[in-house]
């Protein structure tokens, strides 16, 4: 399995765009780059996922250059709502078990 | 509709009890996942099943722990003889078993606190 390297944390001010980039060196030709978001005391919650180039939906964008070997989580214009831990994942398929790393822990400051 | 279900929400235990932590997967969906997560951690895998079968229990971390799904919906993990070290917030999460579709479906956990 890819092993992902990402911040540890990260602080923003509301109204800012958060990018939170995360290395994936060794992820493979079948992998896919997924983005979860934990709030405290709640499980995770599927953010968005990518292959390649870019990818947008109602929360987040994600960026994957063509060497595939990092990607960047985008949030744009932050609330204090968007303070969470931040997972970044490289999945074979849609039923394998997922490997978290620690995350990046966002904190947005008013 | 109804999410990820687990209960109980929160258990403390002695240490050399067992205990029982139940999960209510979203209905369709046929693949179940168990994690743990110790306080400031990342999600641990436990065991995954496909249906009833358990294709990978490669994350259990002793004999002292076991899991069981029957009719393709609720499990249980258990947890024999609990330590001290089995303290942790236990997740289970559930996924449809066909398609590119990589989003889990996570429950709100149960903490456990082993004293």
């Known amino acids: 399995l890819a092993k992902t390297t990402q911040p540890i944390s990260m602080d923003s001010y509301e109204g800012q765009e958060v990018n939170i980039t995360c290395s994936h060196n060794?992820?493979?030709?079948?992998?896919?780059i997924t983005w979860y978001q934990q709030f405290p005391s709640q499980g995770p919650r599927f953010i968005i996922q990518?292959?390649?180039t870019k990818v947008t939906n109602e929360v987040a964008s994600l960026f994957i250059p063509a060497d595939r070997k990092s990607s960047t989580l985008s949030l744009p214009r932050v609330s204090l709502s968007d303070t969470a831990v931040y997972y970044c994942?490289?999945?074979?398929?849609?039923?394998?078990?997922?490997?978290f790393g620690k995350g990046t822990r966002l904190s947005v400051i008013a | 509709g109804a999410g990820v279900s687990q209960s109980p929400s929160n258990k403390v235990t002695e240490k050399g009890k067992d205990v029982e932590l139940r999960c209510d997967p979203i209905?369709?969906?046929?693949?179940l996942y168990w994690y743990r997560q110790r306080l400031g951690q990342g999600l641990e895998f436990l065991i995954y099943?496909?249906?009833?079968?358990?294709?990978?229990k490669s994350g259990l971390p002793s004999d002292r722990f076991s899991a069981e799904r029957t009719g393709e919906s609720v499990s249980t993990l258990t947890i024999q003889r609990t330590q001290q070290e089995d303290s942790a917030v236990y997740l289970c999460a559930s996924s449809l078993s066909s398609g590119k579709v990589y989003e889990q479906y996570f429950g709100p956990g149960t903490r456990l606190t082993v004293t």
């Open positions: 990518g292959y390649k």
């Open positions: 209905s369709g969906h046929t693949a």
């Open positions: 994942l490289v999945v074979l398929s849609g039923n394998t078990p997922l490997v």
């Open positions: 060794n992820i493979a030709t079948n992998d896919y």
């Open positions: 099943f496909q249906g009833n079968s358990a294709p990978d």
